[in-house]
T-cell receptor, first 116, second 114 residues
Framework: AQTVTQSQPEMSVQEAETVTLSCTYDTSENNYYLFWYKQPPSRQMILVIRQEAYKQQNATENRFSVNFQKAAKSFSLKISDSQLGDTAMYFCAFMKVIQGAQKLVFGQGTRLTINP | KAGVTQTPRYLIKTRGQQVTLSCSPISGHRSVSWYQQTPGQGLQFLFEYFSETQRNKGNFPGRFSGRQFSNSRSEMNVSTLELGDSALYLC?????????????FGEGSWLTVV
């Protein structure tokens, strides 16, 4: 079974700083997908960024980028120029598609606080 | 385009009762999945439906069940509620074309069992 580990339960940085959230996963599969979701106090899960394992190029979405190291099974999220609105729980998730069925396996989350 | 809609948003039930939660997926999405979120266990997969068929099920007791209708709307039911069923229940939908399509979440239904 796949497992996802986020080793930083909480992080705190000043506004405008850059922060990196760590995520490692365990799988024997070669083809899979990785995601970072953000859960603000409203509790709605919002997609931040998505990465296909077969793509070597790291995904980027505006201020958010990932460092995907397939051999090391590492998938970290970098937030540049952090903003107060980035304050939220961040979840790393693994997806494997089996005969069309897909499910997400989540890490335990990192609570990120951006201070003014 | 409307997002994933869940009803009710908040509810309180008594131990032993049953509850039904409803979910309307994003228009055009045929896959609906459910997740349970608790402080202790985190986010756990309950089940996934596609074209009215359950394709995947998590490690939950039989008290947890669900179904999907022909319009892709889904319901999940929990019978004989226990205190430990108190949680945020998240519904999610995706196109699910078999290529790892992004899963989009609703705002969740907060269930408190007393």
């Amino acid at each position: 079974a796949q497992t996802v580990t986020q080793s930083q339960p909480e992080m705190s940085v000043q506004e405008a700083e850059t922060v990196t959230l760590s995520c490692t996963y365990d799988t024997s599969e070669n083809n899979y997908y990785l995601f970072w979701y953000k859960q603000p106090p409203s509790r709605q899960m919002i997609l931040v960024i998505r990465q296909e394992a077969y793509k070597q190029q790291n995904a980027t979405e505006n201020r958010f980028s990932v460092n995907f190291q397939k051999a090391a099974k590492s998938f970290s999220l970098k937030i540049s120029d952090s903003q107060l609105g980035d304050t939220a729980m961040y979840f790393c998730a693994f997806m494997k598609v089996i005969q069309g069925a897909q499910k997400l396996v989540f890490g335990q989350g990192t609570r990120l606080t951006i201070n003014p | 385009k409307a997002g994933v809609t869940q009803t009710p948003r908040y509810l309180i039930k008594t131990r032993g009762q049953q509850v039904t939660l409803s979910c309307s997926p994003i228009s055009g999405h045929r896959s609906v999945s459910w997740y349970q979120q608790t402080p202790g266990q985190g986010l756990q997969f309950l089940f996934e439906y596609f074209s009215e068929t359950q394709r995947n099920k998590g490690n939950f007791p039989g008290r947890f069940s669900g179904r999907q209708f022909s319009n892709s709307r889904s319901e999940m039911n929990v019978s004989t509620l226990e205190l430990g069923d108190s949680a945020l229940y998240l519904c999610a939908s995706s196109l699910n074309r078999g290529i790892g399509d992004t899963i989009y979440f609703g705002e969740g239904s907060w269930l408190t069992v007393v």
